[in-house]
């Protein structure tokens, strides 16, 4: 591939730019070699001529295809280059918002200077287990990578987060050690990743402080080790700090501040704790006051300064600890602002005695305040003979107090570190660890001294081991895939570092000349000049002779050596700090104690930052046995060879940290700054060392896939995809040197890549013009068809309307002749017409005036006439009236005469004896029939008493008969349930009679009340259709403005509810789980205890051990005061009701028809008795009998022969019984205990009926008895008060009638009677009536209150907006419905509260009858022992098994290890689902049959002890895990099923109603089996996400399930991470599906509830969503159109698979909905205003952070396909901002839905359970 085949027209190149840093270019013409000018074109279409170094042959760098343009990793573009490096970061970070970028091992992160929502928990978990490589660059990759390598290699990890200042370098390792934390959190109670965490508020604090380049710069450097245990768990951690830049203490630069920590006490000292520190604002204070600005904006010191004293709580530092460190810390402010006087000679100065500041800082520190004062003004001189106190001048007091500052809060700053870890320190024993090295990046300002140097030198180191780890790496890659080790020269940083520290180099020179008495910077500097100067890398200044230049592998640097020997120095008067020494506090003292001195180097670098020397003014040589000081320079190299060595033993991880801009602007880019980063902290080095060999990279599958196009057809029929990718490229690259053949990869030279993408694009390009070619010469043959179709249509539609113009035109001429024609007849026709018309109104106008002449003469003629006729007849009819009212007249007076004389005829006869003589003759006949009749009765009266005699005798021996055989039967059947019966009998008896007694009342009560009511009801029904029809018209109104706001209202109401039901459901099976986590804990604990208590040789097996105590501390079940029920009672009566169930239905009704029959036949008695009784008496005490006694005697004898009638009819009735009794007692003989014949059965029936009927008719009568009975008496008492009036009206008017006088007086005293009761029902009836009234009225009125009321609303309401009166209405009703839930709630509780008293009282009869019925069939029992029948016997034997299983209490612990510990779902394949818990129940139903509560409590506890144990064993078993949910939820099912609550027992059958539990009410332990069965769901979930979560990434989106779409994957795509094994972990959705598959046919052959298997698949499938779309979130290189086409065929399978099992309701497919918009989002068009529309609208699930991130890292395909354009992006976000959508990115794919487990009764019966075998539980029995 020569030159001019890469520098052709077109290509892209990059060239210079002085504003850019580099520029894009387009070459109009094609390069030969040789030439000296390239002709460009730049981006804004104007020509430049670009010059070309034609001896060094320097062309431009080449632009990669736009394809690799934003890739994630740097490494994989095809030209490796710094312009390259820059477009790429600058287009993620511009364009996509991407901060990290990978290139190589190294993870660029660059600062945005803006929160992002990408550092969530959701975040941490969607990286937790990942591929490097599979996921987008990120920070918690690289932890990731380091936890995971730590845990497969078992070596030690870490991460080197390096970086200028404001770079984001302390953020960065924040989050790294947040990720372990979270990921690695500690395995006991310390919470030792809370610890680590907040070690970070006091080193910011303390260590960090505001600059001109960040608001919160680190001014040390720091490595922390976080150490993991065997389990990889972190059990501590430990800090070591570097080079603490002490000289801010006491001086800022402009704009900059001091550490955080003075000012955040100083914004606090109003606080009462800090009085004493006599503090005010920062301004105030000399040492916190020189930058200006005291405050940062965004930043509240007061909020900071709480937290940092949180964190030392957290740390274990007490609170006097913390007040003294505070003293300290202000103790340093107060020094720097005491006042200094210099004396006039200039020599000298002083301190005034009264000066505040330092009395202030002696009080704080506890020393003295007279030798401060004088110390801080002179020094000690010593020499060998004497000793000398000098005076000081102002400067040297002013240099000596600011070293003081500066070693005080050095001191204090390793005392806080020192702390710090020993708060972290654990006592276990350390596996592994995990570092995070923060250190700064190289450093050149204008002006660099020592701190300069230093970070250099460590920036050296760092280098020289990073460049020496990629070498490794490179090398490694290449050894694994076997390809030819060609040596890469890199650079090699070692001269320079030699230069630093090697003997005689810049530090050994600077501690030589610390150690000349006089040694100054200047003579420093020219020994430097003197031994350096041949050096490659050290250069001298031309303009200065104090100053030299250290050529480093980032940069020149020129560093000033002023200051140099000062700071290496680090010079303390040993004056003061003896003074400290004497402090006293304790924690002065140890502040500044000499012990520290002598701890070695590595231990004091490994503790804090440097140490600080004490200095004496003694000089070095008058003490030659003392120990040297270590200068900082040595402390600092001691600690820099002590990180080295620590990095070496461990794997390193590199974050590069950049700084985008110096305006700290959010997502802005400054290219020079950039570019200045990357050459200093290595990444372009890291280029330069892949570039050098092979640094792209491509898998066989991929390359093929991707390049196909230029293999050759008969290329493909090979199936060996290396061979045609082999043959290929030898094809296509002639320089075998350009590529090489791994054993996995193809490696290629740089650019070669790029020549491939030239062919594929030349390849598509000239595809592309012969498909141009072929279509454009279609679309020409189809267009001239077309016209010539055209024209031949046009000529044929010209011909064709000629024609018809021609036939038009002889037609319109005919046309107009005929309507001439017309037109003219017509005319002529008018005229004449209208001449005949005239002629014919004149000739009818005359006719009529003659005739009407001729009419009026008749009519005057007719009316003379008619008035002559009425006149006539008028008179003739007057003269008739005169003579007709004369005749009557006679007539009237001649009648009267003779009615008179007949009417005194009359008079006389009446008074004559003949007329009473015929009316006594009557009487007589009449009392002699009664006599007769009386007598008659009396005889049937004696018949009937001896025949009564003789059926009461019979009816007596029939009763023992039966009493006998009832006895028998119920000693063969072992039922006695008569006496029951009896009273329920007479409770419906006494009920029925109240019932018609009150019936009859209400029916006359109600029927006059009927008027009155209907009108007052329609008036009403009126008046409130009125205000209906009113109330509709103002909610048409109300609902015509604000329907669709009301229906979005409700919809919102309902889903919020919903929402807090679910929310509701979920804290509680949170509650459930913490709690199920809390005791899996303490199981732990107490395993780790036993371990550690017992000794090596008597350790036990984990597994015998009992981890479950505590869980039989369940609340106990409270039992009921019944007593216990013999077992064999119980037994017989289930035996008796089932096997006599017809027989005893027939005999129970004859029982109680004769029961019936004799109680109404002795009432009758005890009123006759009665009856007879008070007429004896009163014929005893009556005086002679008048008429009217007469009447009442035979009334009487009316009475008694009714009654006798009574009693015949009762006999008759009793005869029927004894033949009802006659055939039952045959039927028994012959049927014996069988049921009877159909016939028999229904002539008892028929008999039955008739007797009922017969019945009815004879209660009737005796009621009618009774109330004449009644009147008889009443009218006795008031018979002389009516004698009177009674004979005053014997004589009656009409006499002919022969009116009987005794039967009228009999009916009027019945009358009186029947007013009298009839009156007092009056009364009755108005007097409820009254009440009902005001009743009515009552709620008349608060109708028409409530009318009122919501009349009032209704005008308020009017008054309102549609959206407040929507509100209003809203609120009314939901006040109502509230008031309406209370009242219906206090209802209920007094219902519930009397339920429990009935059934306590229920259960107290019950035991008492039980009791009784116990006694009475023992004793029967014992009676007959000897005389059982051969029947009985067979009866016993022929028991059926009554759904109980006994057992022993000693059986216990053998049944739940049988049945729960021991059990495999296997053994019970083929056997009832659920078969445990079946038996279970049985076991529990029994003995609450025998009321053992003790029983039940004990064996439900180890029920549920057991199957937590089996769980916890098994908790990866989805098996066993199913297995025990199905039956703890079956188990739970039972014991509502049977509990006896009416609302569980809807679907029962008779049978299974009798399996119902008797004694106890288990609802606690319902509550508990519930819980249980959540903690088992949830583990369930957990075991089934723990296997289909390493499946789901690469079946959904890497798997080619459609055929033909990998080739068309985004390029750069490679498996980068050095953690991936080498096998193929790749799924297909096939694997999913058969995976669910064995989930869905396990858990339905395990009799799981199919709503529970809804859930869990909707469980499943929610997860399945959430770490796709996760993944899809976090990867660039699976967002592209092809993956949406992939999305959506495999979500489509997934929905047909849910089809196919049933499960479309369950609401899976609803959870993959934010995954099926995101598969639309790939595929729809992203170009138009209308397309953003079109994606706002369809995305409703997606929030506006997921479209926009979605959108940002969308591939193109290839080259023809356009990337999402910003503006595009931002007018989604613009279109979205509305929308309140969370802040999360991410999905919880933990999140899990609440579980419902619904109520299923089972249909089995208990009797039906057959127990096998194999469970070995023989030693149950069967009840």
């Known amino acids: 591939m020569s030159v001019s085949e890469l520098y052709s027209k077109y290509t892209r190149v990059w060239i210079p730019d002085p504003e850019e840093v580099w520029r894009s270019a387009e070459l109009t013409k094609d390069y030969k070699e040789g030439e000296k000018i390239l002709q460009l074109k730049l981006e804004d279409e104007t020509i430049q001529e670009y010059p070309i170094d034609v001896q060094n042959n320097q062309l431009p760098f080449l632009r990669n295809p736009d394809i690799l343009v934003g890739e994630n990793d740097l490494t994989a573009l095809s030209y490796l280059h710094e312009p390259a490096v820059l477009h790429n970061l600058k287009v993620r970070f511009l364009e996509s918002n991407h901060i990290y970028t990978y290139c190589g091992i190294v993870l660029v992160a660059i600062n945005p200077y803006e929160q992002l929502p990408i550092y969530g928990q959701d975040v941490i978990y969607a990286y937790s287990g990942q591929n490097m490589g599979d996921m987008d660059p990120h920070i918690f990759a690289v932890a990731e990578e380091a936890y995971k390598q730590m845990a497969r290699d078992e070596k030690n990890q870490s991460i080197i987060v390096s970086g200028e200042s404001g770079a984001g370098k302390t953020v960065s390792a924040k989050y790294a050690m947040r990720y372990f934390a979270t990921v690695g959190g500690s395995a006991s109670e310390t919470n030792i990743e809370e610890k680590v965490l907040a070690s970070s508020p006091i080193m910011e604090a303390i260590g960090n402080a505001k600059t001109t380049r960040n608001d919160n710069s680190s001014r040390f450097g720091k490595y922390i080790q976080i150490g993991f245990d065997k389990r990889y768990h972190i059990i501590g951690a430990n800090m070591r700090t570097y080079l603490l830049e002490k000289s801010r203490v006491v001086f800022q630069a402009d704009d900059e501040r001091n550490y955080h920590i003075f000012y955040q006490l100083c ?103 007279d030798q401060m004062r004088h110390w801080l003004c002179h020094r000690k001189l010593v020499t060998t003979s004497e000793t000398y106190v000098k005076t000081m001048s102002l400067q040297q007091v002013v240099n000596a107090r600011n070293a003081l500052a500066k070693h005080i809060y050095a001191q204090l700053f390793s005392w806080i570190v020192e702390h710090i870890n020993k708060a972290l320190h654990t006592s276990l024993k350390q596996h592994s660890f995990i570092g995070v090295l923060d250190i700064y990046g190289f450093e050149t300002f204008e002006v660099n001294s020592f701190e300069q140097f230093c970070i250099n030198y460590a920036n050296e180191k760092l280098q020289q081991q990073f460049n020496s780890h990629v070498f490794k790496l490179e090398q490694e890659e290449y050894m694994k895939e076997q390809i030819p080790w060609t040596l890469i020269d890199f650079y090699d940083n070692q001269p320079c570092i030699d230069l630093i520290e090697a003997k005689l180099g810049i530090l050994d020179l600077l501690d030589e000349e610390c150690k000349v008495p006089k040694g100054t910077d200047q003579n420093w500097a020219q020994k430097l000049y003197d031994r350096h100067s041949s050096s490659q890398h050290f250069q001298k200044p031309r303009m200065s002779n104090t100053s030299f230049i250290v050529i480093h592998f980032a940069d020149k640097v020129e560093y000033h050596s002023d200051g140099f020997l000062e700071k290496n120095r680090d010079t303390v008067y040993e004056e003061h700090i003896n003074i400290l020494k004497a402090s006293k506090f304790p924690l002065v003292t140890d502040l500044f104690n000499d012990d520290k001195d002598s701890i070695p180097a590595t231990t004091t670098s490994g503790k804090g930052s440097s140490k600080i020397s004490v200095r004496s003014a003694r000089p070095p040589m008058k003490a030659p046995n003392k120990e040297h000081k270590k200068t900082v320079g040595h402390q600092f190299r001691t600690s820099l060879h002590l990180l080295m060595d620590t990095l070496n033993a461990t794997t390193p991880h590199y974050v590069r940290c950049i700084k985008p801009n110096d305006e700290k602007l959010p997502f802005h880019f400054d290219p020079k700054r950039a570019v200045q980063q990357l050459r200093a902290c290595g990444v372009l080095e890291t280029i330069r060392i892949s570039a050098a060999g092979y640094p792209s990279r491509w898998a066989y599958h991929d390359f093929f896939n991707r390049y196909r196009v230029l293999v050759k057809k008969q290329e493909l029929a090979n199936t060996d995809k290396k061979a045609i990718c082999k043959s290929v490229l030898e094809n296509l690259i002639k320089d075998p040197d350009k590529f090489q053949f791994g054993r996995t990869k193809i490696f290629f030279r740089a650019g070669q890549v790029a020549y491939l993408e030239k062919l594929r694009a030349d390849k598509f390009r000239a595809a592309t013009i012969m498909i141009q070619k072929t279509v454009r010469g279609w679309l020409q043959k189809v267009k001239y068809r077309r016209l010539k179709r055209a024209t031949l249509t046009l000529q044929r539609y010209c011909r064709g309307y000629l024609a018809r113009r021609l036939a038009e035109h002889l037609r319109q001429t005919r046309a107009a002749v005929v309507f001439q024609k017309q037109y003219r007849m017509r005319r002529a026709r008018l005229a004449y017409q209208r001449v005949h018309r005239a002629a014919v109104v004149i000739q009818a106008f005359t006719r009529g005036m003659f005739v009407r002449r001729i009419y009026h003469q008749v009519l005057k003629e007719h009316k003379a006439t008619i008035i002559q006729k009425h006149v006539r007849g008028w008179m003739a009819r007057r003269h008739f009236q005169r003579l007709r009212d004369a005749a009557i007249v006679i007539q009237c007076a001649f009648r009267r005469l003779k009615a008179k004389q007949e009417l005194k005829a009359l008079k006389i006869e009446a008074r004559s004896a003949e007329h009473l003589k015929r009316l006594n003759v009557g009487m007589e006949n009449k009392v002699v029939q009664l006599q007769r009749k009386i007598d008659d009765q009396n005889k049937e009266f004696k018949t009937l008493s001896e025949q009564l005699s003789v059926v009461t005798s019979t009816h007596t021996m029939e009763v023992e008969k039966l009493k006998k055989e009832l006895a028998q039967y119920q000693q063969s059947q072992g039922v006695d349930t008569s006496p029951r019966l009896q009273e329920e009998v007479e409770s419906l008896r006494t009920e029925l009679q109240k019932a018609y007694s009150e019936r009859k009342v209400l029916e006359d009560t109600h029927t006059r009340e009927k008027d009155e009511l209907r009108k007052r009801v329609a008036d009403l029904e009126q008046e409130n259709a009125l205000l209906k029809d009113e109330k509709e018209q103002l909610n048409n109104q109300i609902l015509g403005q604000s329907k669709d706001e009301f229906a979005q209202n409700s919809i919102k109401e309902n889903l919020l509810l919903k929402k807090d039901l679910e929310e509701e459901r979920t804290r509680y099976q949170n509650l459930v789980k913490e709690y199920s986590r809390l005791e899996q804990r303490y199981d732990n604990l107490q395993d780790e205890m036993t371990i550690i208590k017992q000794t090596p040789g008597h350790r036990r097996n984990p597994s015998n051990q009992s981890s479950l105590e505590s869980d039989s501390n369940y609340p106990s079940i409270s039992t009921s005061e019944i007593g216990d029920t013999e077992d064999a009672l119980q037994q017989v009566d289930e035996i008796g009701l089932e096997k006599a169930a017809m027989d005893m239905t027939v005999f129970l009704k004859l029982q109680k028809r004769v029961r019936e029959l004799e109680q109404e036949r002795k009432k009758l008695q005890v009123q006759l008795e009665k009856r007879e009784q008070q007429d004896g008496k009163k014929v005893q005490v009556e005086p002679p009998k008048t008429d009217i006694d007469l009447d009442q005697d035979t009334d009487l004898a009316y009475n008694s022969l009714k009654r006798q009638e009574l009693e015949s009819e009762n006999k008759k009735l009793k005869n029927d019984l004894n033949e009802l009794r006659k055939a039952v007692a045959d039927q028994a003989i012959q049927n014996n205990s069988t049921h009877s014949s159909p016939d028999s059965y229904s002539l008892l029936l028929n008999q039955l009926k008739l007797a009922n009927e017969e019945l009815e008719v004879r209660k009737e009568e005796v009621l009618i008895l009774r109330a004449q009975i009644m009147s008889a008496d009443q009218h006795r008492l008031a018979g002389k008060s009516t004698e009177p009036n009674i004979n005053a009206r014997t004589s009656w008017p009409n006499s002919e009638k022969h009116v009987d006088q005794e039967d009228a007086i009999e009916a009027y005293h019945g009358v009186c009677q029947t007013n009298r009761l009839l009156e007092a029902q009056l009364q009755a009836q108005s007097r409820e009536h009254e009440e009902e009234v005001e009743s009515l009225k009552a709620q008349v009125e608060a109708v028409k209150e409530e009318m009122d009321k919501q009349q009032q609303t209704f005008c308020q309401t009017l008054l309102l907006s549609p959206e407040a009166q929507v509100e209003f209405g809203i609120q009314q009703e939901i006040s109502r419905l509230t008031s309406e839930n209370l009242d219906l709630k206090e209802l209920v509780e007094k219902l519930e509260k009397n339920e429990r008293k009935l059934k306590k009282q229920l259960k107290i009869y019950m035991k008492k009858v039980q009791d009784l019925e116990a006694a009475q069939a023992l004793a029967q029992s014992e009676s007959r022992r000897d005389e059982l029948t051969r029947q009985v016997t067979v009866q016993r034997k022929e028991k059926d098994f009554q759904g109980m299983l006994e057992y022993h209490k000693e059986d216990e612990a053998l049944l739940i290890r049988n049945l729960v510990t021991d059990l495999k779902p296997q053994m019970l394949s083929g056997t009832v689902p659920c078969l445990p818990a079946y038996i279970l129940y049985m076991c529990i139903r029994h003995a609450d049959y025998v009321n053992d509560d003790l029983k039940v409590n004990s064996l439900l506890t180890a029920t549920i002890n057991g199957i937590k144990k089996v769980l916890k064993k098994h908790n990866d078993d989805f098996e066993m895990t199913s297995f025990w949910l199905s039956n703890t939820c079956r188990l739970l099912h039972c014991l509502k099923q049977y509990s006896g609550d009416e609302g569980f027992m809807t679907q029962n059958t008779a049978k299974q109603n009798e399996h119902c539990l008797k004694n106890f009410d288990l609802t606690e332990y319902r509550q508990v089996l519930s819980d249980l069965s959540i903690q088992i769901y949830q583990q369930l979930i957990k075991i089934a996400a723990g296997v289909l979560q390493p499946m789901i990434v690469s079946a959904m989106l890497e798997n080619e399930s459609i055929q033909g779409l990998s080739g068309v994957r985004p390029t750069g795509y490679r498996k980068r991470s050095s953690s991936m094994a080498d096998g193929d972990n790749s799924y297909c959705l096939e694997a999913i599906i058969r995976q669910m598959n064995s989930f869905h046919t396990v858990m339905c052959d395990q009799g799981l509830d199919p709503e529970i298997i809804q859930q869990v698949f909707k469980q499943l499938f929610y997860m399945i969503n959430a770490v796709t779309l996760n993944n899809l979130l976090l990867r660039k290189d699976v967002c592209s159109w092809s993956t949406g086409m992939q999305l959506r065929y495999n979500i489509s399978q997934l929905e047909e698979w849910l089809r196919g099992r049933n499960l479309h309701q369950s609401g899976a497919v609803q959870t993959m909905e934010p995954l099926i918009q995101a598969a639309q989002l790939l595929q729809l068009k992203k170009k138009t205003p209308e397309d953003a529309e079109a994606i706002c609208s369809l995305c409703t699930s997606l929030s506006t952070q997921q479209i926009v991130k979605i959108l940002n890292l969308y591939t193109p395909l290839n080259e023809f396909e356009e990337r999402v354009t910003v503006a595009f992006i931002r007018t989604i976000q613009a279109q979205l901002q509305e929308r309140n959508d969370p802040q999360q990115l991410l999905l919880d794919f933990k999140h899990m839905f609440p579980v419902l487990f619904p109520f299923n009764p089972s249909s089995l019966t208990m009797d039906s359970i057959h127990i096998p075998a194999c469970l070995k539980l023989e030693f149950l029995n069967e009840v």
């Open 267 to 369: 914004a606090a000292a109003s606080l009462p704790e800090f009085k004493e520190l006599a503090l005010t604002c920062a301004e105030d204070f000399f040492y916190t006051s020189q930058g200006g600005d005291t405050s940062i904006e965004g930043i509240n010191d007061a909020e900071d300064f709480e937290k940092t004293r949180q964190a030392f709580t957290l740390l274990g530092v007490r609170e006097s600890h913390q007040i003294s460190i505070f003293k300290i810390i202000a103790s340093i402010l107060h020094l720097g602002n005491v006042e200094i006087e210099a004396e006039r000679d200039g020599d000298s100065c002083s301190i005034s005695p009264q000066e505040e500041h330092l009395n202030n800082f002696c009080q704080l520190l506890g020393v003295e305040h």
